[in-house]
């Protein structure tokens, strides 16, 4: 089949054919430029994401003639959406009874998902005018008699493909749909663009993508969220998510092993000696090559013979050594160090002043997993680097290299790492100046040379010690790329001393230390276990690090991360003090009681991601992953319905859950009962109880918590009747006979030794 888009004329045209195939099983043959007495007749239309990157466009094409809602030239109209235009029908939209949260409603599962244009976030319920307005304009202009086509210009990424394509879907477009490929908005690059257009059928793996994550939101989203809320908090909105919850279980686990942390003492003995010269260095003690010690008798017994022996230097070796410039930055990696290194920073905030400075055209495409550059960006970063260097006061020592460490094709996946393009800002605020500043001195550190550095360790021996006293200094012989973040050479000068050379104790002592707990997560901590989906790897492990990330298991995306961690802010699953992430009582509770365990779990999410990934590389089709999400959406509706209620809306502790109904266990003034006692349960732990008054002992918050975790506790302190002190297992269990429940003891075996 071929189809000839022409402009009825009464004069004789000129067609200038460029012929392209598709695949397809039609040819569609594109008249690109139709002559009228010397003037281009025919156009194209390009949709980009935003208005801004349509003005980056537009300047590229020499395009000025600006009118409502889009630009004009003689080839080509810009116009434009405002990130998405569309969203997915609410539920009430498919049914008007489903306006009412009722369990019996749930779970709802469209036939088909349909979309309707944006609501007004300002007025609930209310069609956003300009969207609408922006829809409408989009329409007339791709259905103009002189429009041959349609350029989606969106972002690169699975979010920009579908806010073109359904852009092009709502509004039923027939003509040919191409693709404008772009990782920065500079000229060259849009130019270069334009002429590697392909056809946006291309890309249906990737719209297929981002439609099943949008899908599988919804769903998981719209159900669970009404039918938790319904069972467990009923006064406010209890939100449910695909990533919220598993990211919320990351600060949770990180508390919990603070809250369970046991500081334990152990002590360092380190001596201080003088050589023939009058110079004194420091070593510290290591035995089996260990220096820290339980207990400090063996320490004290040394540090006597330390005075009464001889000393000596028993070695002495340096070596070379140098440290590599950090990677280039992908998303989370700016935003971790960022947050970090400046007050006042999220990484949403981040994230938002990146995609203004890439707009801007100051720096590639943000919304990277990757830390390195495709090998095909040579040039570009040669001719980047070449505009960036001028005038730095180390101009001299930046030399362009093609490094496996900076270009590799097999760490990018999508996008590169974030770098600067060549046009340098004028006029920046102060965030944006600071997140350009670490964008650009990090490419430039790769072209610099390594720190290089002499490592000295000394080793002291004293007679009849088994142990030996190291020593460690380093004197840096080269600043290389360190030399862009304004450091000096702090170097550890170690004394010329040689080995066998006699030293004299000059002083000892010996230190007490204790053990410390993790460290509360911050969002740098927090994003880097959302992006490798809890393995943690060294430094040294980058290479495995960055295959990691790029394998697709996440908890969501470089794009979504930000939003994940201030949307669970926002609904109260987290606090923050400082940088520091703490979970809430409600997050706590959630955590502890929601019935639905693979909404916590990172392998599980992190599967959910990755085969989100494998549809973009059209190795999974998108029915047989959305098979799974309607599965496991009507399997957890229905797990929540039958599972007891805990109240999460009442502003008390619960202790635990209830072992006759599932409800949640709280502290009143005379017991520890049922939240569901209006309801008729009669579980209770009563304050005043006689069993444990016998043995002068009255039930605790934590002892009750003890009962309902684990079924039994170890109850210390009790006294018999005869006025002596022991210790017992108590339990708590129901007599099937009578109903009722009744304490049993047990007692702790023996130590043998």
Not at 145 to 154: N, R
Not at 331 to 342: A, E, F, P, V
Not at 684 to 689: E, F, S
Not at 692 to 720: I, R, T, Y
Request: glycine share 6%.
């Amino acid at each position: 089949m071929y189809i000839i888009h022409h402009y009825q004329a009464k004069v004789k045209v000129k067609l200038n054919l460029n012929i392209k195939s598709y695949p397809q099983k039609n040819i569609i043959i594109i008249v690109e430029k139709v002559y009228i007495k010397g003037e281009i007749f025919l156009k194209k239309v390009i949709i980009a994401e935003k208005p801004s990157v349509a003005q980056n466009i537009a300047k590229a094409l020499n395009i000025n003639k600006r009118q409502n809602g889009y630009l004009e030239g003689d080839e080509y109209i810009i116009t434009w959406a405002f990130g998405h235009l569309l969203q997915l029908y609410d539920a009430k939209d498919y049914d008007e009874r489903l306006s009412s949260w009722k369990m019996e409603n749930f779970p709802i599962i469209p036939d088909n998902f349909k979309y309707k244009i944006k609501s007004n976030p300002k007025i609930k319920g209310k069609v956003d005018k300009g969207a609408k307005e922006q829809l409408h304009i989009i329409k007339n202009l791709i259905e103009r008699k002189d429009v041959v086509g349609v350029i989606h210009a969106c972002d690169n990424d699975r979010e920009g493909q579908i806010i073109g394509d359904l852009i092009i879907n709502y509004l039923n477009i027939k003509k040919p749909v191409e693709r404008l490929l772009l990782n920065e908005w500079t000229k060259a690059e849009v130019l270069k663009g334009m002429k590697n257009l392909k056809s946006n059928d291309c890309f249906k793996s990737m719209s297929d993508a981002g439609i099943s994550r949008q899908w599988a939101d919804w769903l998981i989203g719209i159900n669970l969220t009404s039918v938790a809320t319904l069972k467990y908090h009923p006064d406010g909105v209890l939100n449910i998510g695909r990533v919220i919850l598993p990211t919320l279980k990351i600060v949770y686990d990180r508390d919990k092993e603070i809250e369970n942390f046991k500081k334990e003492i152990y002590y360092k003995l380190d001596a201080s000696f003088k050589t023939n010269k009058g110079e004194i260095y420091k070593g510290i003690y290591y035995e089996k090559n260990q220096d820290k010690f339980k207990t400090n008798d063996t320490l004290k017994d040394i540090e006597k013979k330390l005075k009464n022996n001889k000393s000596f230097v028993y070695n002495k070796e340096t070596t070379k050594g140098c440290e590599h410039p950090p990677y280039l930055f992908n998303l989370s990696g700016l935003q971790g160090y960022i947050t970090d290194k400046y007050k006042g920073f999220t990484a949403a905030k981040v994230l938002k002043i990146a995609q203004s400075l890439y707009e801007k055209q100051y720096i590639t495409y943000p919304r990277t997993a990757s830390i390195a550059l495709d090998e095909s960006l040579v040039n570009k970063a040669e001719k980047v680097l070449n505009v960036l260097k001028v005038g730095l006061p180390y101009e001299k020592e930046i030399k362009f290299i093609k490094s496996n460490r900076v270009f590799d094709n097999t760490k990018v996946d999508g996008h590169s790492a974030i770098i600067p393009t060549y046009v340098k800002p004028n006029t920046l605020t102060k965030d944006e100046e600071t997140i350009y500043s670490e964008i650009k001195d990090r490419f430039i550190m790769q072209f610099m040379q390594d720190l290089q550095y002499e490592q000295t360790v000394i080793t002291t021996k004293t007679d009849n010690v088994i142990g030996k006293f190291i020593t460690r200094g380093r004197v840096i012989t080269e600043l290389g790329f360190k030399k862009v973040q304004g450091l000096n050479q702090n170097n550890e000068l170690l004394p010329d001393v040689k080995k066998g050379e006699s030293v004299c104790l000059s002083k000892a002592n010996i230190s007490t230390h204790q053990t410390q707990p993790p460290k509360h997560h911050t969002e740098k901590s927090l994003l880097k276990v959302m992006e490798t989906c809890g393995k943690t790897y060294k430094d040294k492990d980058s290479n495995a690090l960055m295959d990691a990330v790029l394998s697709g298991f996440s908890i969501g995306t470089p794009a979504t991360s930000a939003d994940t961690i201030e949307k669970i802010k926002h609904v109260g699953y987290i606090n923050t003090k400082g940088k520091k992430l703490f979970v809430s009582d409600l997050g706590k509770s959630l955590v502890e009681y929601f019935p639905i365990k693979e909404l916590f779990n990172l392998e599980y999410t992190g599967k959910l991601e990755k085969t989100l990934l494998d549809i973009e590389k059209g190795k999974v089709d998108k029915n047989d992953f959305l098979d799974l999400i309607y599965k496991f959406t009507r399997e957890s509706t229905e797990k929540i319905k039958r599972t007891g209620g805990i109240n999460l809306s009442e502003d008390v502790e619960v202790l635990g859950i209830c072992p006759e109904c599932g409800n949640g266990v709280v502290e009143s003034s005379k017991a520890y009962g049922c939240s569901n006692w209006r309801n008729g349960c009669k579980f209770a732990i009563w304050k005043n109880d006689r069993y444990l008054a016998s043995m002068q002992k009255k039930p605790n918050k934590e002892m009750v918590k003890g009962l309902l975790k684990d079924g039994f506790v170890l109850a210390n302190g009790l006294k018999s009747k005869a006025g002596n002190t022991f210790n017992a297992i108590l339990s708590y269990k129901k007599n099937e006979q009578t109903g009722y429940y009744n304490w049993e003891m047990t007692f702790p075996e023996k130590d043998s030794n």
